[in-house]
């Protein structure tokens, strides 16, 4: 779930604990980019994967034709890109404030390596 159930807002992580040892990590943390995507597209990338990229057989296995199968495809494609291309505009602005030294270098890399699912 990354919307709010109340207003539909975007929920954001904070807060991160370990089963094992009970550790607790708060901060702000960034989701991987495919769990970003609205639930629609992780359902679908989720059945094109069991698919095995067969959208011709994935077409049948959801009831819907192919070219609307290919328009929903081509929607994941844009979306996933546009996520990317924002999580590259965030990483030089983090390399940006590490090199003006608004950032420190251990707490950017940190969150380049959180954004690029590094951790």
Not at 17 to 29: A, Q, R, S, T
Not at 44 to 64: D, F, H, S, Y
Request: aromatic share 2%; charged share 30%; with cysteine.
């Amino acid at each position: 779930m990354i919307d709010c159930p109340v207003c539909k807002g975007k929920l954001a992580l904070s807060k991160l604990k370990c089963g094992d040892c009970g550790i607790v990590m708060e901060g702000n943390f960034t989701l991987p980019r495919l769990a970003r995507l609205p639930v629609d597209m992780r359902v679908l990338a989720e059945q094109m994967i069991l698919c095995g990229g067969n959208l011709k057989e994935m077409a049948t296995e959801i009831g819907i034709s192919y070219p609307t199968l290919r328009r929903k495809i081509d929607e994941l494609i844009a979306t996933i890109a546009k996520l990317k291309s924002d999580d590259d505009n965030l990483i030089a602005t983090i390399l940006e404030g590490i090199d003006k030294g608004t950032i420190k270098s251990e707490e950017g890399i940190r969150r380049i390596r959180e954004i690029q699912s590094e951790i």
